[in-house]
């Protein structure tokens, strides 16, 4: 069945980069998401790409598709304290009304 | 608040014992889901509803479990005879089912099963 997979910790400096990865198996992905949980909070949308784009840039976020080898990133550019969460890939397939969701990645910012 | 909501936020039971979970999703949304997130685990999907009718259900629920979204607006997902791997969070996430389908989730409800 379809899986989706992201290294489960990060940490960098305050003002770095960071760079989370993902790989996913589906063919027919429509969307890739990026989810954001905080702490005691629900999942909130970060971004997303459709599957016929390379890159989406929103903001500080880099969205990154490399359908071939079906893997996804996220660069957090200026990474605050505040970016500290669970990051979670999404993978949306054909139709959208079935979406596998990574087991996170927990991003630490150290101040 | 025009957010999804769930009901309860918490709920501490037996074994054996049945529990209903309640979601309201944002009102014009006419897609709603269930997911189940165990802890260092990313949401498992559990099963959706367009409007009214169940369209899918993962292959990991059980018979136990079953949901409903009778008016297709609030839905309840009722887990019967309580085990105690049921433990978990209930999430419930609505999406109008366009454009990206970009999904809103509830704050979740908390099942430990003792």
């Known amino acids: 069945g379809e899986d989706v997979e992201q290294s489960l910790f990060l940490s960098v400096r305050e003002g770095d980069s960071s760079v989370i990865n993902c790989t996913y198996t589906?063919?027919?992905?429509?969307?890739l998401y990026w989810y954001k949980q905080e702490p005691g909070a629900g999942l909130q949308l970060l971004t997303y790409?459709?599957?016929?784009?390379d890159m989406k840039q929103d903001q500080r976020l880099t969205v990154l598709l490399n359908k071939k080898d079906k893997h996804l990133s996220l660069r957090i550019a200026d990474t605050q304290t505040g970016d500290s969460a669970i990051y979670f890939c999404?993978?949306?397939?054909?139709?959208?009304?079935?979406?596998?969701f990574g087991a996170g990645t927990r991003l630490f910012v150290k101040a | 608040d025009t957010g999804v909501s769930q009901d309860p936020r918490h709920k501490i039971t037996k074994r054996g014992q049945n529990v209903t979970f309640r979601c309201d999703p944002i009102?014009?949304?006419?897609?709603l889901y269930w997911y189940r997130q165990t802890l260092g685990q990313g949401p498992e999907f559990l099963t959706y509803?367009?409007?009214?009718?169940?369209?899918?259900k993962s292959r990991l629920l059980s018979d136990r479990f079953s949901a409903e979204r009778p008016k297709g607006s609030f839905s309840t997902l009722e887990i019967q005879r309580t085990e105690q791997g049921d433990s978990a969070m209930y999430l419930c996430?609505?999406?109008?089912?366009?454009?990206?389908?970009?999904?809103?989730f509830g704050p979740g409800t908390r099942l430990t099963v003792l």
């Open positions: 996430a609505s999406s109008l089912g366009t454009g990206n389908n970009e999904q809103f």
């Open positions: 589906d063919s027919s992905s429509t969307y």
């Open positions: 790409i459709f599957s016929n784009m």
């Open positions: 999404a993978d949306g397939n054909t139709g959208g009304f079935k979406t596998i």
């Open positions: 009102s014009e949304h006419n897609r």
């Open positions: 509803f367009q409007n009214e009718a169940q369209l899918e």
